[in-house]
């Protein structure tokens, strides 16, 4: 069992001081002197009676003699120890203030960032006596050619020994003890392939005392190192007794200049040559017995803590060294390079960049075409150390990957890197074309040169691994293979078959509509017009207002002889287009010459019919009709003054004469709220308010005698008005704030009917004060108000007049792709239209791992509950998922509608009707609301949509959910959504309008009022 070490006569005994990378408990007490001190980040501060076991320090560089200053004179140090690696956790500095002699024992140079030049780095600054390595011995050279003189190899020189006896039987038949993580991808691999091929391997965690009990107990222990390195396993488990299968290391090593393979352990070169050891072994312990015993008596000897305290203070303080340890001789015939100088780092990171890619790397082959010599030369000298990685014969042509993408760190695989001829940019471009692997090396001369060759690799979606650094791996695989296929020159040295599979292997990694567009382009340019369609249908999918995606579906159609298909995509296109305020994106196709063959197909038909626009009377008679309305487009608050000028705009083209009367309240202007056309010339905005909005609540002036002169005058300009105009007809709608005392005399006395648009149960008059001439008509947005009405006591006749949805404008022939939910919500940013209910709903999806995005659309009166929302977005880790736009003008809101599937409408009180379902609807996507009120009409659950309760955001999470797990029923429900907005048209509640209109006026004209 592992104790203190006795002493050993005739060794140095200094005032030791060890900067550590880990806590004192994982090295073995003494390591280098009974009168040391352990100092580092990982240390605790520890004091003994006379002075400090240990001392902790800050991480990264610290001032070591601020350090020094804490000890005691007694424990003043004779020898200062520092272990560093490239974690640059532990980089003491300003050793050369203090006395004494200085070793860097040399910590990972394996792996990390930039290993080897950090640690030579510091080693310089710091002016280090001594260099130890213990681990690396591979790397000796570097330090040799980086001008230090002192450098040598003591193999383990800070293990701990845990001696076990060596059992009859074994508990464990195979074990592996040890970190298999994100630094471990090659190991993860080997010990993956001895379970895929029906081991019984167990991978296993432990403390040192623990692992050398597992080592003990196993029949076989297995090794896998994490980059070629002579790691402490080999002795820890030697000492402890186990019988040890590890991977063979190059010469470099220094592996078999410690142990003899076949008699103190055994190596395997590759995963399959281990299966067939392990095998072997499992089925033959009498031989696996005779080498572990042979490897813990030939460790006990030559590799015991005490051997490695006499080699250390041998080399430190008398620079004598085994032969068999020594490597002042290890200089490679590099070629010779001034140490600060360019080249020197430049060679290093070439290096280090093949380490690094080793680790992912089944066999990574370096390809450095036809170069002999220089730094293609040096390369290959250094890099005899790495075992996987081999040089390609001088002229030959590698065979091309189909796309370069990087490494993963979740899987192993056959690797290649180019080394390119930097500054020759046609050469460096011939090479890009037909990459073997996914990565190159760009060795340059000068941070000038390094900035142009990086710009120009950006242009094949290369970026370095580091700032500045050699390595360039494929960052945009979509840049790569445009700029691959794009010049025609370089494309043109490329197979055919290699065309193809570089486009199509780019589909999967698509995820805008944009790279979709970009990819079906390139495909259309080599015929593949079958892969291009693809691309745009399902870029169509992400984003309906695409007019290139739309156009070039229409030529591709048509080239197919699918004129139906080729027209409706056609008249998309133009119609996308025009929604985005761009040019024509098919100036070159004719409409109807391509729609030709198609003659007069029902669903061409049925496609036409939606956009065909009314240009008479559906009643046959034109009328001259005053409309009266608080508020009127572009000036509004909610959505009721747009209802109103859907009703104008259509009734002016269908030739009658409209006057619009309406307020003016220049505050509550917004840019796109309007239509589609400009019928301000027919709009009086001579009424006045007397009260206003703010914070999404109603307030009237303060002085009720103003008050109530406001409401006289606009009551007389009504009746004025209607005189004037010589009306026939009257359409009220919102008569909040403006009066309502002006629909009596208007119908009773001056014979104007009047049909009055509901948006709401509460007409702006008791039911004692409600109009009673057979010539004044409710007109609720819902069968739900008409029912409020009845049931208030108002005894209105009433025709349900919806408020009516622009479907041409907003419906969208092609359905959004249902990828994943993309949501959105159209409203007011009010409590009671429910944004909080979907918020947390969204939280929800998100801890389950559902993929969504969420957009908000719509104004916020409330400024603190739409803060508190967004705050709750970010402390959940959704902010990516979810974004706030505020209010969106009609483009702005199809164009949104355009890039989603599912409108999710959780208003919390009684909705009147919730136009934005239909709109929604029309564009494809499918509904979920609460279904308050007349809203709970658009929808009919399970058929074009789907209802929750209101408030109840589980609910609503689940209906999310469920689009997710059943995406079919997804799609039936959004194809008959868009068929039943078609039952909400403004056409159709303005061919209401007109019929209520005629049939009041003639019965004004069979008899009094």
């Known amino acids: 069992m592992t104790g203190p070490l006795p002493p050993v006569s005739g060794l140095p005994d200094p005032v030791t001081l060890f900067c550590c990378l880990a806590p004192p408990g994982y090295y073995r007490r003494p390591l280098f002197s009974e009168r040391e001190v352990f100092c580092g980040p990982d240390c605790p501060t520890v004091e003994t009676g006379d002075g400090f076991a240990s001392l902790n320090t800050p991480p990264g560089e610290y001032d070591l003699p601020s350090i020094v200053t804490r000890l005691p004179a007694h424990q003043r140090p004779d020898l200062i120890v520092v272990k560093a690696d490239a974690t640059r956790r532990n980089l003491p500095r300003g050793l050369d203030r203090l006395p004494g002699t200085k070793v860097l024992l040399v910590g990972d140079t394996h792996h990390f960032a930039a290993p080897l030049r ?58 592996f003890v040890g970190q298999i993580g994100a630094f471990h991808p090659w190991r993860r691999h080997v010990l993956d392939r ?129 032969p068999a340890l020594e490597v002042r001789g290890e200089r490679r015939g590099l070629s010779p390079l001034p140490v600060h100088g360019t080249g020197f780092r430049r060679r290093l990171a ?38 996987r990685v081999a040089f390609a014969a001088p002229g030959r042509t590698p065979e091309s990957a189909t796309l370069p993408l990087p490494p993963s760190t979740d899987r192993v695989r056959d690797d290649a890197v180019t080394l390119l001829p930097w500054p020759d940019r046609a050469e460096t471009d011939r090479r890009m074309v037909q990459l073997p692997g996914s990565s190159v090396l760009c060795p340059t001369s000068s941070s000038r040169d390094h900035a142009a060759a990086a710009a120009h690799l950006a242009g094949w979606g290369f970026v370095p691994t580091e700032p500045g650094g050699i390595l360039f791996q494929c960052a945009d695989a979509l840049r790569y293979a445009a700029r691959s296929l794009s010049d025609p020159a370089l494309a043109a040295g490329l197979a055919p078959e290699l065309r193809d599979a570089r486009l199509a292997a780019l589909e999967p990694m698509l995820r805008t509509a944009e790279q979709m567009i970009g990819v079906a382009r390139l495909a259309l340019r080599f015929g593949g017009n079958v892969l291009a369609e693809r691309l745009l249908l399902n870029a169509v999918g992400l ?108 009734l002016i083209r269908r030739g009658h004469t409209v006057k619009v009367l309406t307020a003016n309240v220049p505050d509550l202007a917004r840019p796109g709220i309007a239509g589609t056309e400009d019928i301000e010339r027919h709009v009086d905005r001579s009424l006045t308010l007397y009260g206003y909005w703010k914070g999404g609540r109603a307030f009237t002036q303060d002085d009720p005698a103003r008050c109530a002169a406001l409401i006289r005058d ?89 408020p009516g949805a622009r479907v041409d404008y907003f419906h969208r022939a092609a359905m959004p792709a249902t990828d994943r939910l993309r949501i959105a919500f159209a409203s007011l940013f009010v409590n009671y239209k429910g944004p909080q209910t979907l918020v947390n709903a969204l939280a929800i999806l998100h801890r389950e791992g559902i993929d969504f995005d969420c957009t908000f659309a719509g104004e916020a009166p409330d400024a603190d509950l739409a803060g508190r929302c967004r705050d709750f977005v970010e402390r959940h880790g959704m902010a990516g998922k979810v974004r706030f736009t505020g209010f969106l003008d009609r483009r702005g809101l199809s164009a949104l509608f355009a890039r989603c599937n599912v409108l999710v409408f959780p208003s919390v009180f009684e909705e009147p009707f919730g136009i934005s379902q239909v709109e929604a609807m029309a564009a494809g996507l499918t509904v979920i609301g609460s279904g308050t009120g007349g809203s709970g009409e658009v929808l009919r659950h399970g058929i074009d949509g789907l209802l929750f309760k209101a408030e109840d955001h589980e609910a609503l999470a689940d209906r999310l959910r469920s689009l997710a797990k059943d995406r079919s029923a997804w799609q039936r429900m959004a194809l008959s959504g868009r068929d039943r907005a078609r039952d909400f048209t403004v056409a159709r509640s303005v061919d209401r309008i007109e019929a209520v209109f005629e049939e009041l006026i003639a019965l004004k004209t069979g008899g009094s009022p």
Not at 359 to 367: C, P
Request: negative net charge; hydrophobic residues 45%.
């Open 118 to 175: 950090t640690l030579l780095a510091y080693g310089a600054m710091e002016s280090f006596d001594v260099v130890m390595l213990d681990h690396t011995r591979q790397h000796a050279h570097a330090f040799l050619e980086a001008g230090f003189e002192r450098v040598y190899w003591v193999p383990a020189v800070d293990y701990a020994l845990r001696r076990r006896d060596i059992p009859a039987d074994a508990r464990f038949p195979l074990t």
């Open 194 to 322: 001895l379970v895929a091929a029906g081991l019984p391997l167990l991978g296993m965690r432990g403390e040192p005392e623990r692992a050398a009990d597992i080592y003990a107990a196993s029949r076989v222990t297995l090794n896998v190192s994490l980059n070629g390195d002579l790691n402490l396993r080999v002795f820890e488990a030697l000492g402890a007794g186990g019988f040890l299968l590890t991977d063979a290391l190059s010469e470099d090593a220094g592996l078999e200049r410690c142990f003899t393979p076949g008699r103190h352990l055994v190596t395997y070169r590759s995963p399959d040559e281990l299966v067939e050891l392990t095998r072997h072994y499992l089925d033959h312990p009498e031989e696996a017995m005779a080498i572990r015993r042979a490897g813990q008596a030939h460790l006990l000897e030559f590799h015991s803590p005490q051997v490695k305290r006499a080699q250390f203070f041998a080399a430190v303080f008398d620079d004598r060294v085994d």
């Open 350 to 387: 070439a290096y280090e960049a093949l380490q690094r890619l080793q680790l992912t790397a089944s066999r990574l082959t370096v390809h450095a075409g036809g170069e002999g010599g220089g730094f293609a030369s040096d390369l290959r000298l250094m890099a005899r150390d790495l075992a």
């Open 543 to 650: 984003d309906r207002q695409q007019p290139d995606a739309l156009a070039g579906l229409a030529r591709l159609c048509a080239a197919a002889g699918r004129p139906v298909e080729a027209a409706i995509y056609l008249a998309e296109a133009r119609r996308a287009a025009r929604l985005a305020g761009t040019a024509d994106p098919a100036p070159d196709l004719d409409t109807d010459t391509l729609a030709a063959p198609a003659g007069e197909h029902p669903a061409l038909e049925r496609y036409r019919a939606l956009f065909r626009q009314a240009t008479d009377p559906s009643t046959g008679r034109p009328r001259r009709i005053l409309v009266v309305t608080n508020l009127f487009p572009p000036q509004e608050f909610g959505g009721y003054g747009r209802k109103l000028w859907e009703f104008s705009a259509e």
């Open 714 to 802: 606009n009551i007389r300009r009504v009746l004025e008005t209607a005189r004037d105009f010589r009306a026939e007809a009257c359409l009220v709608g919102n008569l909040d704030m403006l009066a309502t005392e002006f629909l009596d005399p208007l119908t009773r006395q001056m014979g104007v009917p009047v049909l009055h648009c509901l948006g709401n149960q509460h007409p702006g008059y008791g039911p004692e004060a409600a109009p009673r001439s057979l010539l004044y008509r409710a007109g609720p947005a819902s069968g739900w108000v008409a029912e409020r009405l009845a049931a208030g006591g108002y005894g209105l006749p009433a025709t349900v007049i919806h």
